[in-house]
């Protein structure tokens, strides 16, 4: 089956962390620029952090900059969010998606191609 597939939510304390994963079945992620976006109840989707498919350059949004981390591993077609301090208004569902980068301004934009299924991240003393 040809997806996207989130793992690593759960329910953590403030100032504690979490590591997402995206893995790609079916396709080879390299070729793509791979993008986290979340979703909390009552709240529009936002982008949280991007890495391009040719040098790894990284985006992030200035609410998680200095507390989050994109990396990813084409030999294992996997994509990771490393979060650390997390604080309660990180909570939210998280997915992971295939984008196009605009270089110039660090936007991105979900491609149409493949989009996860999310995972919850809860941030709760």
Known sequence: QVQLVES???LVQPG???RLSCVASGFTLDV??????RQAPGKEREGVSCISSSDETTYY??????????????AKNTVYLQMNRLKPEDT???????????ELSGNYY????????????TVSS
């Open 8 to 10: 690593g939510g759960g």
């Open 16 to 18: 504690g962390s979490l």
């Open 32 to 37: 793509y620029a791979i993008a986290w976006f």
């Open 61 to 74: 949004a200035d609410s998680v900059k200095g507390r989050f981390t994109i990396s990813r591993d084409n």
């Open 92 to 102: 939210a569902v998280y997915y992971c998606a295939t984008v196009m980068v605009d």
């Open 110 to 121: 979900y491609t149409g191609d493949y989009w996860g299924q999310g995972t919850q991240v």
